[in-house]
């Protein structure tokens, strides 16, 4: 079964720095890795995800993240943020051999200020 | 095109009511999934379907039921409420496996239940 870690459960940074969102994932077989983003009172949307390739995948928004193998690891990065990146976000992983289901990491509420 | 519709948004139940949170999709998508979501645990899966007539248990499946006998609803059933099934119920589908390559999952806006 798989299982993701996101340690950070708040993160507050100031607008235009770079922030990093942790996450660690533990799976025995190979794995789809997503990072969903949530607004205040909304669903949950697609961030970006890696299925296979370039170990380093972007949004369209500036967010980058970069899964680690070795590490079991797909933090995820934006070298300066703006205060409508206020948001929750969360790490998400799936067997790449089934797909049928997603498991969600635990959160991590990114708050900026001004 | 309306995508995803949880209804109601927000519903305060006593303990031991019955209730359906009613999810339907115009997108034609095969799979379907319940999540709730609580402060500190992220969402997690309540059950799933994978097309009209199939379901399955997801990670948090105890006091709820689902059925899917059309493609377009997926219902979730709470038999007799409890204060612990206070959360967010957001309902998912998409038109692959959930985790497929080029695959997008769209969530309904949710819905706030709380059990006294």
């Known amino acids: 079964a798989q299982s993701v870690t996101q340690l950070d459960s708040q993160v507050p940074v100031f607008e235009e720095a770079p922030v990093e969102l942790r996450c660690n994932y533990s799976s025995s077989v190979s794995v789809y890795l997503f990072w969903y983003v949530q607004y205040p009172n909304q669903g949950l949307q697609l961030l970006l995800k890696?299925?296979?390739?370039?170990?380093l995948v972007e949004s369209i928004n500036g967010f980058e993240a970069e899964f680690n193998k070795s590490q079991t690891s797909f933090h995820l990065r934006k070298p300066s943020v703006h205060i409508s990146d206020t948001a929750e976000y969360f790490c998400a992983v799936s067997e790449a051999s089934s797909a049928s289901k997603i498991i969600f990491g635990s959160g991590t509420r990114l708050s900026i200020r001004p | 095109n309306a995508g995803v519709t949880q209804t109601p948004k927000f519903q305060v139940l006593k303990t031991g009511q019955s209730m359906t949170l009613q999810c339907a999709q115009d997108m034609n998508h095969e799979y379907m999934s319940w999540y709730r979501q609580d402060p500190g645990m992220g969402l997690r899966l309540i059950h799933y379907s994978v097309g009209a007539g199939i379901t399955d248990q997801g990670e948090v499946p105890n006091g709820y039921n689902v059925s899917r006998s059309t493609t377009e609803d997926f219902p979730l059933r709470l038999l007799s409420a409890a204060p612990s099934q206070t959360s967010v119920y957001f309902c998912?589908?998409?038109?692959?496996?959930?985790?497929?390559?080029?695959?997008?999952?769209?969530f309904g806006e949710g819905s706030w239940l709380t059990v006294v």
């Open positions: 890696y299925l296979s390739g370039s170990t």
């Open positions: 998912a589908s998409s038109f692959l496996r959930p985790g497929t390559v080029g695959n997008t999952i769209y």
